[in-house]
């Protein structure tokens, strides 16, 4: 009976090669999402976001291209800019880098601990987004004024109408970014992990930078990546601790306002496609660095 079916599946063997063809050459058949109407959705929201950012920003850089390239090098690149440039995105990465650090045990404070005052707290970081910007710039500008409540106890030092203040200012309202974004990550960490490094005779330092920082990284890059973006383009909470004085404390969208107001819409545009540029840039880059964090933590 052995030798007998062996002809058989000797036989078999070019019908299943012909017909592992013919189901490779099968047309593709499209899968049913489980999403209705997905083709329609994402068309839907990607025209939204075509008219709402893309076609907005096309039209800046159209507007910059206009002049000649001596003209929008004059423009985007005058000492004035330069200085602006390097008070928005240097005091937004100061800023940024701040709630960074301090923004990581207020959200680990936030999940673990119950103390009195909890709820108090928690709705004070949200207060940044529910304060409008003005508002935000003008009490800061107050308190932080030489005559103010902190700007007397540090009079030495000057706060308001100073790069500082900007710096002050950003890192209020870039704050709430961080902690809210590492607030889920954290609450979903396995406690018996930690629990089981600490048995093992794993210090404090050690179990914090082998176990919960890896795990936090692509969070907290995330939320550092928003205060970041928050702050280079922030401009009412600003402008009233700043002092606004040029090559000193003026930033670049306030620059921006003031070429619109002198008239100079193109000078205004190269300003801010170099903004634009930069902050692609550098979203890029947090970006490719938080994959690389997320692939290895």
Same mark, same amino acid.
């Given at each position: ?81 330069? +200085? $602006?440039?390097? @008070?928005?995105? &240097?005091?937004?990465? !100061?800023?940024?880098? #701040? ?5 990581? %045990? ?89 629990? +089981? $490094?600490?048995? @093992?005779?794993? &210090?404090?330092?050690? !179990?914090?930078?082998? #176990? ?5 990284? %692509? ?79």
């Amino acid at each position: 009976m052995t030798a007998a079916a062996t002809p058989d599946i000797a036989a078999e063997a070019p019908v299943r090669a012909l017909a592992d063809t013919a189901r490779r050459r099968r047309p593709f058949v499209r899968r049913r999402s489980a999403i209705p109407g997905f083709g329609l959705t994402l068309g839907v929201t990607i025209t939204i976001l075509s008219c709402i950012v893309l076609i907005p920003l096309l039209a800046v850089v159209i507007k910059a291209a206009g002049q000649s390239p001596a003209d929008f090098l004059a423009s985007a690149f005058s000492e004035r800019a330069l +200085a $602006a440039y390097r @008070l928005s995105f &240097g005091g937004a990465l !100061i800023a940024a880098l #701040i709630n960074g650090v301090f923004g990581l %045990p207020t959200a680990w404070a936030m999940v673990r601990y119950n103390f009195p005052g909890k709820a108090l707290v928690n709705a004070l970081i949200d207060l940044p987004f529910a304060l409008p910007t003005a508002v935000a710039g003008i009490a800061l500008a107050t308190i932080y004024a030489q005559n103010g409540w902190v700007g007397a106890l540090v009079a030495p030092f000057k706060i308001a109408y100073t790069p500082l203040g900007v710096i002050v200012a950003l890192t209020f309202i870039g704050l709430p970014f961080v902690v809210r974004t590492l607030e889920p990550i954290i609450h979903d960490l396995a406690k018996d992990v930690e629990e +089981a $490094a600490a048995s @093992l005779g794993a &210090g404090r330092l050690s !179990i914090f930078g082998r #176990i919960i920082l890896p795990a936090l990284a %692509p969070a907290w890059l995330t939320g550092f990546a928003m205060a970041f973006a928050r702050g280079v383009g922030e401009y009412g909470s600003v402008i009233f601790i700043a002092g606004n004085m040029p090559y000193k404390s003026e930033i670049a969208p306030l620059l921006i306002i003031i070429e619109l107001e002198q008239y100079d819409y193109a000078g205004a545009a190269a300003i801010a496609v170099v903004m634009l540029a930069i902050s692609f840039l550098l979203l890029f880059v947090i970006n490719a660095v938080q994959g690389w964090a997320r692939r290895f933590a």
